[in-house]
């Protein structure tokens, strides 16, 4: 009997691409050895006005490797995420996500499971400042003793290397690493999501022809100019840079940026009519190109100009007593705006940055929860704060997968903390081991994301005991590992059946049910952050996720029994490992007594 096999690895996104040019220009697929492929000299011609005759010079960025970028980002991966709930606080109601690991593969594991669902990104990506550490992602090279010998990888297994400026691909490396993981992360945004990316003069020209590239020059919404420094310093050596940059696009939209709160001087505000609205000033209503009519002043003076509104508008305004005549009832009307109401409405933010907390305050801020200097470049929680103003709204969902030290986390609690939001986060970090000259190694951290993790434990300790806010001060940690599964899972033409024999169970030994249930959640597409609960039936342990969503049970023996209790259940997807089943005949029985009994149960098996 056949049955649908989850496959556990991230989507193939070359043939989801080739899928969607197929469902647009037909005629230019045609079959190929490793099945459909596009047939690109009439893909060219079908977009273009005239007689295609070869290679033309075009306007965009190239450098020497992009193709093998793009390559990367749509490689599938077969890697999984790996529960570690002993770093986690509040694991099983915890809606906030860190991980552990490369966040190229990461990206690739979260495509469908965050598919359109995250509001806003912001990642503080290394500068390729020359002393920076970037992720060389060669695939050509696939031995662990080539990649170990060249330095490529460390004892993590994370592919880093410096970028020296002496390098002769020194902006190509920097560009291949960003690329792959830009493009993947456009996918993951909402229709009206942002992404904000920190950056300073050394890659600025390149990251703007990328992101032009794949978020479209269209939806490119401002480079902003920020602070770095609150004063000068000897940095360079002909001009001391004290700015640095944040770039952001949108996924799509017009307006997608919520106003700012309003620099307001309180005391211009009066109410010298007692109004029960409050304090006010006044405002004209005449306006150089708008509406032509007369207007009758109290004391029946009339009045023909150019008016900011509609008749029915300013009709409106007199009728809730929003008018002010000037010179006793003589003069134009000029109209109330109330100091609440220009607090709601708030202003367009601009691109001048200036007023944000600076990095040295992101070093006060850090030192004040460890006591010393962990991290080097942490990012200001003003600034992020001022991010999420603009870009998200209480329930959003943020991602930064350059977390460091965590600033991300950080702000956003505190901001949930001061308007009482809902906002989550998904925090990537690859462990980078930190320096044993460096303080961070000396007070025992011996890579990057275990300071990340300290410092989002110590801010909503403190954040907790100052506000006593009711907000979620968990998450949850995953670590990027190997798949769960056997090799032969993925590769049965490379085993004999002798060898197959070894594999009677084909997930591997050390692995726990845990770990199962957080491949089958990104496998399925669902978010990492729903609800687990436990249950048992007729015996066995049976994960519940958000509810009725999944349930799944990876214990052996499952029986007809156990499908009726299941059933009675109404889940929506359902679960088990494939050699689960008491016998043959126990497994056909299950999947026809899940189909009667709750017709609307998804089964599959690992």
């Known amino acids: 009997m056949s049955t649908d096999r989850l496959d556990l690895q991230s989507p193939d996104l070359v043939n989801k691409n080739i899928e969607i040019l197929a469902s647009l220009f037909p005629n230019c697929v045609t079959s190929g050895i490793d099945g459909k492929s596009i047939d690109f000299d009439l893909l060219k011609q079908e977009l273009s006005h005239v007689i295609v005759e070869g290679n033309k010079e075009r306007y965009r960025i190239e450098w020497p490797g992009k193709k093998e970028a793009i390559v990367t980002a749509n490689l599938p991966t077969t890697k999984t995420l790996r529960p570690v709930r002993k770093d986690s606080v509040d694991f099983d109601n915890t809606e906030n996500i860190y991980i552990e690991g490369d966040n190229l593969e990461v990206l690739k594991l979260l495509q469908e499971s965050y598919l359109g669902k995250i509001k806003m990104i912001y990642i503080d990506p290394p500068y390729n400042t020359g002393k920076d550490f970037v992720y060389k992602d060669n695939f050509a090279k696939d031995t662990q003793e080539e990649l170990l010998e060249s330095g490529q990888k460390n004892e993590y297994n994370e592919r880093l290397v410096v970028n020296p400026e002496t390098a002769g691909r020194y902006h190509s490396d920097w560009l291949s690493m960003i690329y792959p993981r830009l493009k993947l992360s456009r ?63 949108k996924k799509s939209g017009d307006e997608v940026l919520n106003r700012v709160d309003a620099d307001i001087n309180e005391s211009d505000y009066k109410n010298p009519d007692n109004d029960p609205r409050g304090p006010y000033v006044t405002m004209p209503c005449t306006n150089k190109g708008g509406a032509i009519y007369e207007v009758t ?97 209480k329930n959003s969902i943020v991602l930064d997968f350059f977390a460091g030290s965590c600033s991300t986390s950080h702000a956003l609690m505190s901001m949930n903390a001061k308007d009482n939001g809902s906002r989550k986060y998904i925090m990537v970090q690859v462990p980078e081991i930190t320096d044993e000259k460096s303080e961070a190694f000396k007070s025992g951290y011996k890579n990057i994301c275990e300071i990340g993790k300290e410092r989002i434990r110590r801010a909503a300790k403190k954040i907790k005991e100052e506000t006593k806010a009711e907000i979620d001060y968990g998450f949850r940690v995953y670590r990027l590992d190997e798949s769960n599964m056997q090799d032969v899972y993925y590769k049965p033409q490379d085993y004999t059946q002798s060898s197959l024999d070894l594999f009677a169970d084909n997930v591997k030994a050390d692995r726990t049910s845990d770990d199962l249930l957080a491949q089958v959640m990104l496998d399925w597409g669902l978010p990492l952050n729903l609800k687990i609960e436990t249950k048992v039936i007729c015996g066995k342990q049976v994960f519940n996720v958000a509810e009725n969503s999944l349930f799944a049970c990876f214990d052996k023996g499952i029986d007809e029994d156990f499908a009726k209790e299941l059933a009675s259940e109404k889940p929506l997807r359902v679960v088990f490992k494939d050699n689960a089943f008491k016998d043959d005949t126990a497994k056909t029985n299950v999947k026809q007594l899940l189909k009667q009994l709750s017709p609307n149960t998804e089964m599959k098996v690992i």
């Open 297 to 393: 002043t109290p004391t029946g003076n009339i009045i023909s100009d150019e008016w900011r509104f509609k008749k029915e508008t300013y009709d409106k305004l007199v009728a809730e007593n929003k008018l002010v005549f000037p010179r006793g009832g003589e003069g134009k009307p000029r109209y109330k705006l109330f100091l609440s109401e220009k607090k709601e409405m708030g202003v367009l933010a601009n691109t001048w940055w200036d007023n944000l907390a600076s990095n040295q305050e992101a070093t006060r801020e850090i030192k004040t929860l460890f006591d010393n200097l962990v991290f080097d470049t942490p990012k200001p929680l003003g600034l992020l704060n001022y991010c999420f103003q603009l870009a998200t709204d």
């Open 187 to 249: 996918n993951l945004l909402t229709k009206d999501g942002v992404i904000f990316i920190s950056i300073d003069d050394n890659e600025i020209h390149n990251l703007r022809k990328v992101c032009d590239e794949i978020f479209g020059e269209q939806n490119f919404i401002a480079q902003a100019v920020r602070k770095r420094r609150d004063s000068q310093a000897n940095l360079s050596k002909n001009i001391s840079p004290i700015h640095e940059y944040v770039v952001f696009y």
